[in-house]
């Protein structure tokens, strides 16, 4: 039986592409969660007026790899301390986010944030919204997949790979073997 969760880490090709590699990750589809629009396009989220997060939809056998650790990952690829912003991708749309689907993983996500304050672990205070998902569309057929087949544009090559490259050097052991 498999999980899902809605993640948003910013770029949702950074964060598919960093999953894409994940143990036990069955399914990730890029799109758009928690705005106020249906059906709402790139163009129209990019401008930061539909409430739309950047998302992955994130299916997982917990058989395979626990919430904890898909949620250690989330938080060890993106900057979850910087408020409506991931590097230069500014606005309300590359928030950090995490979209629960029942009261088990929100507690989950809690208890894993209280530790990250009590530790100091981001050196910063975690700016991460935990809501429930109350609306969720995918992507345009050509962002999914965006980075594995682009791996050589420049948004992919200088943003993408280091955080895939982070994925690989931190949370090696939770990588799909090739």
Known sequence: MTETIYLAGGCFWCTEAVFDRVQGVTDV???YANGHVDHPRYEQVCEGTTGHAEA?????DPQVIGLRQVLEIFFGTHDPTTLNRQGNDVGTQYRSGVYVTTPAQEQVVQDLLREFGQDKTFGA??????????????????????????PQQGYCAYV????????LATFGRYVKPD
């Open 29 to 31: 589809e890029s799109g």
């Open 56 to 60: 992955v939809k994130l299916v997982f």
């Open 125 to 150: 205070t975690v700016v991460t919204e935990v809501e429930p998902l109350r609306s969720w569309w995918p992507a345009e057929t050509y962002h999914q997949d965006y980075f594995a087949r682009n």
């Open 160 to 167: 993408v790979a280091p955080k895939v490259h982070k994925l």
